[in-house]
C-alpha cells in the first residue's frame, strides 16, 4: 500500500483505529498463546532493557514471577538466576501484549486474550491484581505469590469458562462508551468500566458448575478490584494500535511505553523500531508519609492507553480523577484535554465525551505535530516508590522527552529520502 502524502497514510491508520472492533475472548495461560514463554522467559514493560538496568521495583517484580513459576524457592537463588543469565528477558510489545508497571509476565501467568474483528490480530495482557503488595509494583511476599496463585488456579479460568459462553466474546467498545459517559479516563479511573464487566460477567459466573466457593472468592474480586478494566482496556488499546500500524506508513504513534530507564515510542511508518530517550519521574500527589524523594521513575506499558486516545489525553471526561493525579480541577482537565486535541489528527466521535459537549476522545497523536509544537502526550500514571515491593506511593501525570518524537521524524525523513 503506498499514498501519495503523509497526512494520506495518516488518515488511513486513523480510519482503521476508528473502525476497530475489540473483543475480550478468553482468559488464557500466556505460555498456550505465547509460546517463548515456555521456557525460562520473562516479558518486561517498556523497550528492550538488561536485568542491571532495571530499576529495583522491575527486578522485585521478576523475583516474584521467578518464585510464582518455582525456577526458585527464595529470593536470593531468583535474583541470583536473574542476574547470571539464566533467564531472558523481552518486552510484552515483542510479543502482542502488554504488561502494567514492570509489566512482568511468565508463562503460567493468565493473561486477557483480546482480539481486533476488524483485522483479525490479538493482544494480551495480565490481569489486575487490586491494590496494596501487588507483583507489578515490585512486590514478592508470599501474600504476592499466594494471590498470583489463585489467579492462576480461580480466577483465571472461572472468567475463561464465563467468557466461552458469550458467542463472539465482550465487545469492549460498548463497555468503553458506556464507562467514558460515567467519568472513566480508563488510566487511573476505572470504576465504571469494571462495574460494567462486572454487570457482563457477574450473573454468568453465578450459573456455572463450578463449586460455590470459586464463585463467591471471583465475584468478591471483581467487585472489590477497581482497576480490574485497566489491564483490559490495554490489551484492547494494543491489539487496536497493533492492527492500525498494519498500513506501515505516516506518523501517527503507535505504541508509548516505559521501562524506568527509557521512554520509547513506535510510529507507524517506522514499523517495529523504538525511538527513546531518558524517562522522566512523575510529578503528582503523594499517599501520606510520601514525598518525590521516594518516587521511581515512570515505568510500564500502559501508556498504550493514551496512544489510543484515553487516559491522560480524556483527562476532561474523568473530572473526579483531577484531584487525584494533581492536575487541579475541572478547567486544568479541559485545558489538558483541550492542549492534547492540538497534537492529534482528529477525534473519535465513537467515544465521545459528556463534560467536553461530547466530543469524541483524542484520535491518532501525530509525532510530527509533537515536533513541531513541542508538546508531548500527558499520561497519568500511578507512582511507584524507587524500593520494590513497597507498592503505590501516589499517582500523577509525565510526560515523554520530545527526543523520542524526533528521533522518530528524522529516522521516518531518512526512510523517505527527505532528509540529507
Known amino acids: ?84 543469565g539464566e533467564i531472558t528477558f523481552a518486552p510484552c510489545h515483542h510479543y502482542d501484549a502488554v504488561g502494567p508497571m514492570g509489566g512482568i509476565t511468565s508463562g503460567n501467568m493468565p493473561v486477557l486474550v483480546v ?19 501487588v507483583l507489578r509494583f515490585g512486590a514478592y511476599s508470599d501474600e504476592v505469590i499466594t494471590r498470583l496463585r489463585w489467579m492462576r488456579d480461580t480466577l483465571g479460568p472461572v472468567l475463561s469458562q464465563a467468557l466461552q459462553t458469550m458467542d463472539d466474546g465482550l465487545n469492549i467498545n460498548v463497555l468503553v462508551a ?4 460515567m467519568g472513566d479516563e480508563f488510566h487511573q479511573r476505572n470504576i465504571a468500566a469494571s462495574l460494567a464487566f462486572y454487570k457482563e460477567v457477574g450473573p454468568i459466573i453465578t450459573r456455572l458448575s463450578i463449586d460455590e466457593t470459586k464463585k463467591e472468592e471471583v465475584s468478591q474480586f471483581l467487585a472489590d ?18 492492527g492500525a500500524r498494519m498500513i506501515e506508513e505516516g506518523t501517527v504513534v503507535t505504541a508509548m511505553c516505559r521501562n524506568g530507564k527509557d521512554f520509547g515510542i513506535r510510529i507507524s511508518g517506522m514499523g517495529d523500531e523504538w525511538f527513546t530517550g531518558p524517562v522522566n519521574t512523575p510529578q503528582g500527589l503523594y499517599f501520606a508519609g ?39 480541577g475541572f478547567y486544568d482537565a479541559l485545558n489538558t484535554s483541550n492542549e492534547m486535541s ?12 459528556p463534560t467536553w459537549d461530547f466530543r469524541g476522545i483524542c484520535l491518532g497523536i501525530d509525532a510530527r505535530l509533537v ?38 521524524i528524522t529516522a521516518y525523513a531518512k526512510k523517505l529520502g527527505m532528509s540529507n
Open 178 to 181: 458506556k464507562a467514558i459517559a
Open 371 to 408: 515536533v513541531e509544537s513541542g508538546v508531548t502526550p500527558v499520561i497519568n500514571t500511578g507512582i511507584a516508590h524507587k524500593q520494590a515491593g513497597i507498592g503505590q506511593i501516589g499517582a500523577g501525570t509525565v510526560r515523554p522527552p520530545l527526543t523520542c518524537f524526533e528521533k522518530a
Open 1 to 84: 500500500m503506498s499514498f501519495k502524502t503523509i497526512d494520506e497514510a495518516n488518515q488511513a491508520v486513523i480510519d482503521k483505529i476508528v473502525q476497530s472492533a475489540p473483543f475480550l475472548l478468553d482468559v488464557v495461560p500466556s505460555k498456550s498463546v505465547i509460546k517463548e514463554l515456555e521456557g525460562h522467559m520473562l516479558l518486561h514493560a517498556g523497550p528492550p532493557i538488561a536485568w542491571e538496568d532495571m530499576t529495583d521495583p522491575m527486578q522485585g517484580s521478576c523475583v516474584g514471577a521467578v518464585l510464582f513459576e518455582e525456577w526458585a524457592d527464595n529470593e536470593a537463588d531468583a535474583r541470583k538466576m536473574l542476574a547470571n
Open 115 to 133: 482480539e481486533n474483528k476488524t483485522d483479525g490480530n490479538r493482544a494480551y495482557c495480565t490481569m489486575n491484581e487490586g491494590i496494596g503488595a
Open 342 to 353: 492540538e497534537i492529534c489528527i482528529s477525534q473519535n466521535t465513537n467515544f465521545p465525551v
Open 225 to 242: 478490584t477497581d482497576q480490574f478494566f485497566l489491564n483490559i482496556m490495554m490489551a484492547a488499546a494494543k491489539a487496536v494500535m497493533d
Open 290 to 328: 510520601y514525598s518525590g524523594e521516594d518516587a521511581n521513575t515512570d515505568i510500564g506499558d500502559s501508556a498504550i492507553t493514551e496512544t489510543f486516545g484515553v487516559g491522560g489525553m480524556a483527562m476532561i471526561a474523568a473530572p473526579a480523577v483531577t484531584r487525584f493525579v494533581g492536575s487541579g
